[in-house]
């Protein structure tokens, strides 16, 4: 078999299945480059609470792959970086990456110095814009690599040569510029994942208009120690612990007006999440308003563990509107019962919406030519030959899925290698 | 080699602040008698790291205990080729997470620097294990289907060599009955390609298939298998590097349906594998007489989602009645088709099948029992119409399908544990520790001559699936991975990627494996377990706390270790009552040497002593988070960090308690029926152990109550302080431990 011209092959996308990908591939042996375009890798699972069905915490499995990844020198990793273009074909790849400024070199310790001089804060992007965090940070507890970060408009203002300055060991770089560098690569990995469904398209629902109207991504947040509330769930708009809550399942997906398709996660989220609240809350009450529940395989067991909790109800039905009490903020849903085709008003402290996947490349595509489904998810595996899409690049998947995903990708790439 | 240690101080990130530096490498060269003791004020900086460069270079040092940050960090930085590098972490688990300047602060770090030099001197560099047998790439693949098919062929692609075992006569497996499938991008019916695959697999040079065969017996371990298979009565051997189960499924057996759905009471109630067979062989028609069907409704969840027959979702289902509902649609477009559902399950993409469906006219009941009534030929299905409330009958029906579900091909056989014969007559021994066993079937699939069973361990229902939600490859017996239906229900598509992941999992193996390295979760380690034979005492605890099946037996009882299917967790190290196991880089001495190497202050000092026995993918980092936080807990305890809390060796809890250390606190991962320990139940017997040892104690009168067991996950870290105060204030109540002084 003829060799391809360069044995690398590039990952795109720093998440579960990218970082499956890379991690798969380097430990059998291949170089690698890793590229992700957060300041740390781990994307969405970083920023979970918890893994259903199991209950257990993400950072679990991610400190064994980043354990794997310094054990490994065979990956590269650039963070802060995307791809901007790709040409070429199989085995003979030229890519273009675009390194943002991270204003933190190497010499970072992670001793905090920079962040206890800076006073300028901004919206915490780790936790949605929940919180606040300063604009020279950590963005978690686990960022690998673990480094600081100073936010562009710190740079900028009147505080940086002072945040600059509290560094001990030279490690600010207020110049940094932003610079591109030219890489061959065999072939390509692309695992750029998904972003929320923007809840504030569901007009009905008034997300961002009223304040108890969260989604099940910040829901994630809320319950994380490391979170805006250290792990106590509280609602928005007062702080108060809620009693009632209402998820509402397909918020925007499987809807011809939002997401066509359904995102096939939200429900276990929701059963999950369900579970964080009853552990906090003892009396609460939840109602899960749903279509279908879609708890395939195994995960079956975890909706009959979930369905036993009398505090737990299923309503079959779609919520047509959501109300605020302006007073208390509480709030108030339209259901409409479709046994009785009578309408229900179902009064709530918090809503949690299962917003789904939108994938990112329906808005961000791969800089070359593919083809993708008529929701902008790259339609196969085998986008072309020598450059492969994996984990919810491709369709909706779950974190079991995407490192599946993520390993076949791997095999696709070093067979790429070998074939030409 | 001769050996030479160096300790270096990092004073920066605040520990020069907060310790007397100057006492702390006094430690170092005269505790520990270290000839080369520095400080910098950044060892990770350039300059720092060209210090430690000179000492090796000129002064030969090759025994670097390194007091800075966390190892978890700055990894790369610290890293020295021939060198011994220790880390003690006197940052995060010293001076981020107690008070600057205080006594008690001082002699942590203190006690860290001794520990570090124990364990550092007690620290050779692994040298890869190379079995005596030539190492092998190969991989076998267990089973023709689409999945086994699809492993052959990616692994070849890959450029490796395959051998496919088919039970069949021919190549396919359950797929060859299927005419269309639904895949990607779920529009419409897609033809099945499956001859292409077989076509495509029968003419790869790197695949010898054997068909109408079977794995009579496979021995060995990953790069060093020896695999037998029978065929046509001769045996063919091959010397395999990983193996891939694609085994399979088995539709369930109707026959055990409950009576209501009618199966059996009419030959015209039929199961959708049944509706298969019929559609591939020709037209759909009624079996009783093969007229036309006009009428037609599929019962999903026949015998599925309930804890009485099959308690578990077999994913496809809802497909496949779609596609069959489309058929007869297809078929005779006046057809009246009923899906009747509990759950639409078509997730993903798939959601455009199911509007397809409904754009073709079939109409969907939501009921969660139906009930099916034969008259004559005839059939009605009498439903609760969840949407309208209604009962509604499903008259004049020609047609009843079943949705009936996925068996893996691993849930048939018995127990192994019940078919084992009974070693002798032994009786239990009282102080013996019950080791929670493996659940295997013998399902004569691969037929491993494995001391814990023929065959991969189930993990629920009969899935010899990981458990292990960001590892789904995570297999117990190493070098051996399932894919598609035996491992998980799942589709068309899904056990495509499935395929190429198993294959891409026993490639990563087979070459791990010839360089002598372990593969996950400890992936790239070199050491190996080396065991002193001279004083085994055939005790077998090895072998059966193995949670990778990694030791046989000899004819003598003696453990027989397969070094290519350990993982490095070294269990077996802690099981091991006469300590005759350990690594080159991690044993009992080494741990013991750390505990002796905690200063005990006398009792009227009333500075308790607490060793903590933390996992280092958990609890050491959850004690990190503690530190980066800069939360602060008891001052009194001195971690040490393990592969994994199952290598506890009970003699640790006697140095400790014999030294007059006050407690032990022993912090590992969540077992039991949805354990996160890494290494399967190293956690669970590590609190076996230890309740063993309690047991010892209350005999010695030496409070039970100064060893205790905790689960701890790694997003514990808010738990900590908390925890370990209230460990503490136990200790203080019990008293000192009289061993003080001793």
Not at chain 1, 106 to 129: H, L, R, V
Not at chain 1, 240 to 261: M, V, W, Y
Not at chain 2, 266 to 285: C, Y
């Amino acid at each position: 078999m003829a060799k391809a011209v360069t044995q690398s092959i590039l990952v795109v996308g720093g998440g579960m299945s990218g970082l499956s990908a890379a991690i798969e591939a380097a430990e059998a042996g291949h170089e690698v480059y890793l590229v992700e375009k957060n300041p740390y890798l781990g994307g969405r699972v970083a920023q979970l609470h918890k893994y259903f069905p199991k209950l257990c915490p993400p950072y679990c499995g991610l400190e064994i792959n980043f354990r794997r990844l310094k054990n490994n020198p065979k990956v590269r990793i650039f963070t802060l970086a995307e791809v901007t273009s790709i040409s070429g074909s199989e085995g003979d790849w030229d890519v273009s990456i675009k390194l943002n400024p991270r204003y933190v070199n190497e010499k970072c310790t992670g001793c905090n110095k920079c962040s206890e001089a800076c006073t300028m804060e901004i919206d915490n992007p780790f936790n949605y814009g929940m919180d606040k965090i300063k604009a020279a940070y950590l963005p978690h507890d686990m960022a690998f690599p673990m480094r600081y970060v100073l936010d562009p408009a710190l740079v900028k203002g009147s505080e940086a040569k002072k945040v600059k300055e509290a560094c001990p060991y030279d490690a600010i770089d207020l110049d940094m510029q932003a610079q591109t560098v030219q890489l061959k690569m065999g072939a390509v990995v692309w695992a750029t994942g998904w972003k929320p469904y923007d809840a504030a398209k569901l007009d009905t629902y008034g997300f961002g208009t009223y304040p108890n109207v969260i989604t099940n991504v910040m829901m994630e947040r809320l319950a994380a120690y490391n979170g805006p509330t250290q792990g106590k769930i509280l609602r928005p708009s007062d702080g108060k612990a809620p009693e009632t809550i209402a998820f509402i399942q397909c918020a925007g997906s499987r809807d011809e007006n939002h997401l066509p398709f359904c995102s096939s996660i939200c429900c276990l989220a929701s059963l999950k999440q369900s579970t964080y609240i009853r552990e906090q809350y003892p009396d609460a009450k939840i109602t899960i308003f749903f279509i279908d529940i879609r708890a395939t395989d195994r995960l079956e067991d975890f909706y009959r563990k979930v369905k036993e909790d009398p505090n737990i109800q299923f309503f079959k039905g779609k919520v047509a509107k959501i109300e605020q009490d302006a007073a208390t903020s509480n709030l108030i849903l339209r259901v409409e019962d479709t046994t009785t085709m009578s309408l229900h008003e179902i009064p709530a402290e918090l809503v949690v919406l299962a917003t789904g996947m939108q994938p990112n490349t329906s808005e961000s595509p791969v800089p070359t030519s593919l083809a993708y489904d008529d929701y902008g998810f790259v339609a196969a595996m085998a986008a072309r030959p020598g450059l492969f899409a994996s984990g919810c690049t491709r369709t909706p998947a779950g974190v079991s899925e995407s490192v599946q995903d993520g390993t076949a990708a791997a095999l696709k790439a070093i067979q790429s290698l070998v074939r030409r | 080699m001769e050996t030479k240690l160096a300790v270096y101080i990092c004073t920066g990130c605040g520990i020069g602040e907060a310790l007397d530096i100057e006492a702390l490498s006094k430690v170092a060269t005269k505790d520990c008698k270290a000839p080369i003791c520095r400080n910098h004020p950044n060892l990770c900086s350039q300059d720092g790291v060209q210090l430690i460069k000179n000492d090796i270079a000129n002064e030969g040092a090759n025994v670097l205990v390194i007091a800075a940050c966390s190892p978890r960090v700055m990894y790369d930085v610290f890293a020295f080729d021939d060198c011994v590098v220790e880390r003690t972490n006197i940052r995060e688990q010293v001076v981020w997470c107690q008070k600057p300047n205080d006594e008690d602060t001082q002699m942590m770090a203190e006690d860290y620097v001794r520990m570090g030099a124990a364990k550092a001197k007690k620290t050779e560099l692994p040298e890869p294990y190379k079995p005596e047998q030539e190492m092998s790439k190969d991989i076998l693949v267990v089973g023709g289907g689409l999945a086994g098919l699809t492993a052959a062929l990616e692994a070849s692609k890959a450029g490796y060599q395959v051998v496919l075992v088919e039970k069949e006569a021919e190549l396919g497996g359950f797929q060859k009955k299927v005419a269309q499938k639904v895949t990607f991008p779920y529009k419409e019916l897609t033809a099945n390609d499956l001859n292409q695959l077989v076509q495509a697999v029968e003419s790869d040079s790197g695949i010898k298939v054997y068909t109408g065969a079977k794995v009579e017996k496979i021995s060995g371990g990953p790069c060093v298998f020896d695999v037998s298979i029978k065929q046509n009565g001769s045996t063919a051997e091959h010397h395999m590097g990983a193996i891939v189960l694609a085994a399979g499924w088995q539709p369930y057996d109707p026959a055990n349906l409950d009576g209501k759905l009618g199966y059996g009471a009419s030959p015209n109630v039929i199961t959708n594998v049944q509706f298969e067979e019929m559609f591939t062989s020709g037209a759909v028609v009624r079996p009783s007489d093969q007229t036309p069907v006009k009428n037609a409704a599929f019962l999903q969840c026949a015998g599925q989602r309930d804890p009485e027959y099959l308690p578990y979702c077999s994913s496809v289902c809802c497909f496949t009645a779609l596609k069959q509902a489309i058929q007869i649609k297809q078929q005779d477009p006046d057809a009246n088709v009923f899906v009747v559902y509990k759950e639409m399950r078509t997730p993903g993409q798939g959601e455009d099948f199911y509007r397809k469906a409904q754009q073709e006219g079939i109409v969907f009941v939501r009921c969660q029992s139906p009930e099916v009534m034969v008259q004559g030929s005839k059939l009605t299905v009498e439903a609760d119409d969840e949407l309208s409330g209604e009962k509604i009958l499903l008259a004049d029906l020609d047609l009843v399908v079943l949705a009936t579900g996925m068996v893996p091909a691993t849930a048939f056989g018995e127990d192994f544990k019940a078919v084992q014969p009974k070693e002798g007559e032994e009786k239990e021994k009282e102080d013996e520790i019950k080791v929670p066993a493996d659940a295997i079937l013998v399902s004569d699939i691969l037929n491993l001559e494995y001391r814990q069973g023929p065959e991969l361990p189930g993990l629920r229902y009969g899935f010899p699936d990981s458990h292990y939600i960001c590892f789904p490859y995570e297999s117990r017996r190493t070098g051996i991975y399932a894919a598609g239906c035996v491992r998980r229900p799942m589709g068309v598509a899904g056990a495509l990627e499935d395929a190429a992941g198993a294959a891409m999992k026993a490639i990563q193996c087979v070459e791990l494996t010839t360089r002598g390295a372990s593969v996950h979760p400890r992936a790239g380690d070199l050491s190996y377990p080396e065991f002193f034979m001279q004083r085994c005492t055939q005790c077998k605890r090895c072998t059966e706390e193995c949670p990778f099946g990694a030791i046989n037996e000899d004819e003598k009882a003696n453990p027989l270790p397969q070094p290519t299917r350990c993982r490095r967790c070294s269990v077996c190290m802690g099981a091991c009552p006469e300590r005759i196991i350990s690594f080159k880089n991690y044993s009992i001495a080494m741990i013991g040497d750390m505990i002796k190497a905690i200063e005990v202050p006398e009792e009227d000092e009333e500075k308790p002593r607490i060793v903590i026995l933390a996992c280092e993918n958990d609890a050491y980092p959850a004690l990190d988070m503690v530190g980066l936080r800069r939360m602060t807990y008891n001052a009194w305890v001195r971690v040490i960090p393990l592969r994994c809390l199952g290598s506890l060796n009970l003699v640790w809890i006697a140095d400790t308690l014999s030294k007059g250390i006050d407690g032990v606190f022993l912090l590992g991962c969540r077992h039991g029926d949805e354990y996160q320990c890494h290494f399967i139940k190293g956690s669970e017997l590590s609190e076996i152990r230890l309740s063993k040892v309690k047991e010892t104690l209350d005999r010695l009168v030496l409070e039970s109550d100064r060893v205790r067991f905790e689960m701890l996950s790694i997003a514990d870290c808010d738990r900590l302080p908390a925890l370990l105060d209230e460990f503490a204030a136990r200790l203080v109540e019990i008293g000192p431990n009289p061993y003080k002084g001793y």
